[in-house]
């Protein structure tokens, strides 16, 4: 008799030292309640003193940390740990350093990223953090939202895999802005990976 075959796809998740975890910790919950066959299986950190690193070794994930000073360096590391843990998936969460085209193009699975706004109008190596949700504040927009994109070598370009909008008009800063956003990126990451790992 045949047997059906069960996958786990198994992802890896890369944030900087100044993560706070929750785009990793949401993707976490969200497989786990929907019980969909997707896992972090590693997580890199390029600090040990980031808030999300320690968050991670509370859910269970194994974490490491990998310096990013020498950038050559660490996505030599990214790689070897990567297919020592049979990854299919890079899921950047909160990771502001930029990866090299040769890294991007020889790792071979997908490497995908959020950012806190609708790309490309509000994308850019200056724009993350509050830097994001102060110039939509600024340009006075009704609309803000999540964009999840296919990493490329120019920082926060790459193919538009999923994009979410939130109405702001309500919004009375640009916290109240950023409060906002948080929340349909927490909804849409997740899903967005599973159904590109899927499709
Ligand atoms: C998120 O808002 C994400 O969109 C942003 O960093 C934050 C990480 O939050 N990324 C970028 O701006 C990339 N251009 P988290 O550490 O709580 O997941």
């Given at each position: ?10 992802i890896?998740?890369l ?33 040990a ?6 968050l ?12 990013a ?5 660490f ?17 950047l ?11 991007i ?20 190596e ?39 909008k ?34």
């Amino acid at each position: 008799m045949e047997r059906a075959s069960f996958i786990t796809y198994k992802i890896a998740v890369l944030s900087s030292g100044h993560s706070r975890g929750s785009n990793l910790s949401a993707m976490h919950e969200y497989w786990k309640k929907h019980n969909l066959p997707v896992q972090i299986a590693l997580a890199v950190f390029t600090r040990a003193d980031s808030p999300a690193f320690s968050l991670a070794k509370n859910l269970g994930i194994p974490s490491f940390v990998v310096s990013a000073k020498d950038m050559a360096g660490f996505e030599a590391e990214v790689s070897k740990l990567c297919i020592e843990n049979n990854i299919s998936l890079i899921a950047l969460a909160g990771f502001l350093k930029q990866l090299s085209a040769s890294f991007i193009s020889s790792i071979a699975i997908p490497i995908l990223n959020i950012h806190p706004a609708l790309l490309p109008q509000y994308g850019g190596e200056i724009m993350y953090g509050m830097a994001v949700h102060k110039a939509v504040w600024e340009a006075g927009e009704r609309e803000s939202g999540a964009t999840i994109h296919l990493v490329d070598p120019l920082y926060d370009h790459g193919t538009i895999v999923a994009s979410q909008k939130v109405a702001i008009d309500t919004c009375q800063s640009p916290e109240d802005i950023a409060t906002k956003v948080l929340k349909v990126e927490h909804q849409l990451y997740a899903k967005s990976i599973y159904g590109y790992l899927t499709k």
